[in-house]
């Protein structure tokens, strides 16, 4: 239709550019902050930011759960409680004797590390946390709890609870934290026997399953075996309790073994867990001074006599 000026009339709806034009103008520049967010961390401060504002969202949407949750558990607790009371006594009188006991070995050991001249343990500052939920992402073994960066938690610290190590934290935010599991398939931490005293690496295998890699197939490793900390990655204080040695092959025709194991802490449980401080590494003694050995070796830390 022609209009009376000579003109064709504007088209009823504005047309923007094409539909293919625009998926692949999105797509581009989906890739490109991904690439971005992976090699460079450009979004990290975003994501902080985001999961920042979010924050009262998700508790507000976690409350109706909690409350349902507090629910079941205090009408199963009554039930329980009485019978739970009586064996707590019976368990208190029976281990009377073992506590006092206990007591006195752990002022006969710090005794004699005195005498021996021996510096003891440094201890570790711990902050009570609890189990929001699991991460999004079904492939790793993550969960996340309600203390982040304003509680002093910072990325790296080790995570206990009353039973062994459970993992460490891996993100933090404002409020919250993401910690990493031992079963996680990227995780992996130094153990040791603590029968033998044999050390390796323990490294995760997925849910609710771990695997000692790296030992040949005659190491002295027996099911039952309790793997400890080692203390070598300067993360984990050496003693604390991580796994159990459930199942061994040993196939002449491999090199190493294969050594199944199980996490003794709650890894795979929802509960109140302890974030561990930062490890400080003891200063050297005041007597030890760096003496170089040869020209273009490494010094030596030798002491003065």
Partial sequence: MISSVGHSPPPFFKRGPAPLAQLFFFVSLSLALLV??????????????MATLL????????????????????????RSLKTENEDLRRRQLATANQLLRQQHLEEEN??????????????????????????????ARRVIVDK????????????????????????????????????????????????SGLRAVLAGAGVGAMELRFLAAN?????????????????????????????????????????????????ERHGQVLILGRRVTPPLPE??????DKPGKGAKIRKKH
């Fill in 110 to 139: 710090r005794r004699l590390r005195a005498l021996l001249d021996m510096r003891e343990r440094q201890p570790a500052e711990g902050r009570v946390a609890e189990i929001l939920y699991a991460a999004r992402d079904p492939f």
């Fill in 219 to 267: 190491a002295d490793v027996q099911p039952g075996d309790v793997l400890v900390t080692s203390g070598l990655d300067g993360v984990y204080l050496p003693g604390l309790p991580v796994a159990k040695v459930i199942k061994i092959d040993r196939d002449n025709s491999f090199s190493f073994a294969r050594i199944d194991c199980e996490p003794l802490a709650g890894v």
């Fill in 148 to 195: 982040g960066s304003h509680a002093g938690v910072e990325a790296g610290q080790a995570v206990i609870d009353e039973l062994g190590v459970l993992g460490q934290v891996t993100r933090t935010y404002l409020f919250t934290s993401e910690v990493t599991l031992l079963t996680d398939k990227e995780q992996a931490i130094p153990v040791q026997v603590q029968r």
């Fill in 287 to 292: 007597d030890a001074v760096s003496v170089p």
């Fill in 55 to 78: 924050w009262p969202l998700q508790r507000v949407a976690y409350l109706p759960v909690d409350a349902g949750t507090d629910l079941s558990d205090y009408f199963s607790s009554l």
């Fill in 36 to 49: 971005a967010d992976f090699r460079f961390h450009t979004l990290e401060m975003a994501r902080q930011g």
